[in-house]
């Protein structure tokens, strides 16, 4: 069974600062996609990023980005500028392409903090 | 665009009374999810459906059960309620066309409470 695991349950940035949060999962299958989500205080889950794991080019969005390593099974997310607005939970969240298996597996997330 | 809308947004059950979180999409998705999330967790999977008239269970599908009688609705029903089911249940939706999946819609949860 896949497995996703986020090592830290909290982080901190200074606003305009960079951070990256870590993500690593377990997985035997060799084509998947890997996402990013925010959950703000008001708790909509808002997808911020995916990955397709037969895709080397790391995914980009604006000032959002991965650092996706295969052979290591990491996933991180690295948010440039960060901005007050960034303070939410992250989860990262993993889904199989194997026909039939439409489930998602969610990490158990990171609470980032954004300093003034 | 409406999205996916969850109803109610907040409710609070005495043990062993019974009811259903209303799910429904109007963006014509055939795929949809219930998920649970406590405190400090990522979100568990309950159940999920792939199209109307076909559901499946998910990791944590004890105490509940769904229906899909149409494309936009799938509503979770708690028959008994305990303690154990007090968390926040977010509905979610896409849309598979071919060997294509797109990512998740999420509504806006509701806060379930048994006291």
């Known amino acids: 069974a896949q497995t996703v695991t986020q090592s830290q349950p909290e982080m901190s940035v200074q606003e305009a600062e960079t951070v990256t949060l870590s993500c690593t999962y377990d997985?035997?299958?060799?084509?998947?996609?890997l996402f990013w989500y925010k959950q703000p205080p008001s708790r909509q889950m808002i997808l911020v990023i995916r990955?397709?794991?037969?895709?080397?080019q790391n995914a980009t969005e604006n000032r959002f980005s991965v650092n996706f390593q295969k052979a290591a099974k990491s996933f991180s997310l690295k948010i440039s500028d960060s901005q007050l607005g960034d303070a939410a939970m992250y989860f990262c969240a993993y889904r199989s392409t194997t026909s039939g298996t439409y489930k998602y597996i969610f990490g158990t997330g990171t609470r980032l903090k954004v300093l003034a | 665009n409406a999205g996916v809308t969850q109803t109610p947004k907040f409710r609070i059950l005495k043990i062993g009374q019974s009811m259903t979180l209303q799910c429904t999409q109007d963006?014509?998705?055939?795929?949809m999810y219930w998920y649970r999330q406590d405190p400090g967790m990522g979100l568990k999977l309950i159940y999920y459906s792939v199209g109307a008239g076909i559901t499946d269970k998910g990791e944590v599908p004890n105490g509940y059960n769904v229906s899909r009688s149409t494309t936009e609705d799938f509503p979770l029903r708690l028959e008994l309620a305990a303690p154990s089911q007090t968390s926040v249940y977010f509905c979610?939706?896409?849309?598979?066309?071919?060997?294509?999946?797109?990512?998740?819609?999420f509504g806006d949860g509701t806060r379930l409470s048994i006291l």
């Open positions: 997985t035997s299958e060799s084509d998947y996609y």
């Open positions: 990955q397709e794991a037969y895709k080397q």
């Open positions: 979610a939706s896409s849309y598979r066309a071919g060997v294509s999946l797109t990512p998740q819609h």
């Open positions: 963006m014509n998705h055939n795929y």
